[in-house]
Antibody
Framework: EVQLVESGGGLVKPGGSLRLSCAAS????????MNWVRQAPGKGLEWVGRIKPKTDGGTTDYAAPVKGRFTISRDDSKNTVYLQMNSLKTEDTAVYYC??????????WGQGTLVTVSS | QSALTQPRSVSGSPGQSVTISCTGTSSDVGGYNYVSWYQQHPGKAPKLMIY???KRPSGVPDRFSGSKSGNTASLTISGLQAEDEADYYCCSYAGSPYVFGTGTKVTVL
């Protein structure tokens, strides 16, 4: 069964840092294009960023609101992708989902992990 | 990159059809055939319903169909059922690389 499980969410103060993890199983992780998508409370989905497989250069891309503050990395030996979030702002409060993308489709999705940025 | 525009809500009675529009630009919806649609029930993760404009993943009922004309994509739900009540989001590759729609709440009357 294909599965993605996020962890690491919690409460953090503005300006703080947090690292999210997403453990994958049931597919060849090293070949997967891994993405993070977030959803603020009561709001819509927002693409955050992605990391390509090492065979495609392992490069990353980010949405404008998080560029320079967030970093995506991967450990293929652990089938895990990470989202390092620094200089957090209140507007980063959201449920963060991990998902794979194949051409234009995001599937599957993890269950999400809630990040709350508040003083 | 601005979010794709969707109606805030649509509604229909059981058995009826509803259509959700998703309007973008020539830089996203109009420029690529990588439009996908996601269903999200409250408190749950999104679920892929349509990809590549009109393809259905296995397990998705054929009541769900997708299309595109110019810069606007559409999702049609035929034979509306109670379990179709949910939020729906479109998504398009945009070179930047992805943009989601604003979301539409489908209500089954």
């Amino acid at each position: 069964e294909v599965q993605l499980v996020e962890s690491g969410g919690g409460l953090v103060k503005p300006g703080g840092s947090l690292r999210l993890s997403c453990a994958a199983s049931g597919f060849t992780f090293s070949n997967a294009w891994m993405n993070w998508v977030r959803q603020a409370p009561g709001k819509g989905l927002e693409w955050v960023g992605r990391i390509k497989p090492k065979t495609d250069g392992g490069t990353t891309d980010y949405a404008a609101p998080v560029k320079g503050r967030f970093t995506i990395s991967r450990d293929d030996s652990k089938n895990t992708v990470y989202l390092q979030m620094n200089s957090l702002k209140t507007e980063d409060t959201a449920v963060y989902y991990c998902t794979t993308v194949n051409a234009g489709r995001f599937d599957p999705w993890g269950q999400g992990t809630l990040v709350t940025v508040s003083s | 990159q601005s979010a794709l525009t969707q109606p805030r809500s649509v509604s229909g009675s059981p058995g009826q059809s509803v259509t959700i529009s998703c309007t973008g630009t020539s830089s996203d919806v109009g420029g690529y055939n990588y439009v996908s649609w996601y269903q999200q029930h409250p408190g749950k993760a999104p679920k892929l319903m349509i990809y590549d404009v009109s393809k259905r993943p296995s397990g998705v009922p054929d009541r769900f169909s997708g299309s595109k004309s110019g810069n606007t994509a559409s999702l049609t739900i035929s034979g509306l059922q109670a379990e179709d009540e949910a939020d729906y989001y479109c998504c398009s590759y945009a070179g930047s690389p992805y943009v989601f729609g604003t979301g539409t709440k489908v209500t089954v009357l």
